[in-house]
């Protein structure tokens, strides 16, 4: 068996409608840095050391996943301020929190979560790690 040579997450590539819109959900919201990058002028957002390339489905970039959908997302963002702040401000924007603070397992251990949908519908769960 091969050693794990895997040491870190660089990127990945979020499938949406409408590349414009959901970046500004993300920096409005979130706090994240849209970039723009490349000859044709690609989003993407920018926290920590990683990004989310933002590839829309009618156009996505090649290479791409075998089937690209919008909405098709469900991953976890990692914050230094209390999920319960940020639920609250979350819904004095007027976004709607599905579920949370909740406690789940993360890469590390465990995770205190909440969890809200961007524009596509795209699963977002945002966590403090406990």
Do not use: W
């Amino acid at each position: 068996m091969a050693e794990t040579v895997i040491k870190g997450l660089d990127h990945f590539v979020l499938y949406v409608a409408d590349a414009e819109a959901t970046a500004a959900f993300y920096a409005l919201h979130l706090g994240m840095a849209v970039q723009r990058f490349g000859p044709e002028g690609r989003l993407a957002l920018n926290f920590g050391a990683q990004k989310i390339n933002l590839h829309t489905v009618t156009a996505p970039f090649l290479p791409h996943a075998d089937r690209p959908a919008a909405g098709a997302g469900d991953f976890c963002l990692l914050t230094d301020e209390p999920v319960e702040e940020v639920k609250a401000r979350l819904e004095m924007e007027g976004l709607a929190v599905e579920s949370g603070p909740v406690a789940r397992t993360g890469a590390t251990g465990p995770l205190r979560s909440i969890y809200l949908r961007d524009p596509d519908g795209n699963l977002v769960e945002i966590s403090n790690r406990a």
